[in-house]
């Protein structure tokens, strides 16, 4: 869906909640494959029973990848991303665990390279089905300004 949102229409405290995805032991093997990331947390399934989680851990990665791929329902043809800040995995997601992502408008601030631009940052909250948050992180969003040139 296409939402076209200048800067100044964005609000700090909007929220956006996507679709629930569920994860499966297939993702867990492609990514590993994609990466070349083996590590015995994500693979080897005896190894994990005797680690604290008692069970495999998808990839971080992949859940940043899933989480924030799970944003793009809403496409703003005014905004692109500059990047992401503050990373964290809070909690593990495992085979079976379904995730959702809540952005948050949590602030908005000048670009001092592009006056006809503002930042947005928006706070990117994954959680899986017990409301545990598995992933958070900053989306750095340059938003065109409404009626400034390029």
Known sequence: MEREQFYEDYEPGAVRETLGRTITEADIV???GHTGDFFPHHMDAEW???QPFGQRVAHGTMTFAIGIGLTAQVINPRA???GYERLRF???VHAGDTIRTRVTVA???DDPKRPSHGRVV???????QRGQTVMACEHILLVERRGVPA
Not at 122 to 128: G, I, P, Q, R
């Open 48 to 50: 994990c029973r005797t």
């Open 80 to 82: 692109f991303t500059y």
């Open 107 to 109: 602030r908005k601030e």
């Open 122 to 128: 928006e706070l990117c909250e994954t959680h899986n």
């Open 90 to 92: 809070p909690a593990p």
């Open 30 to 32: 492609f990514h590993a």
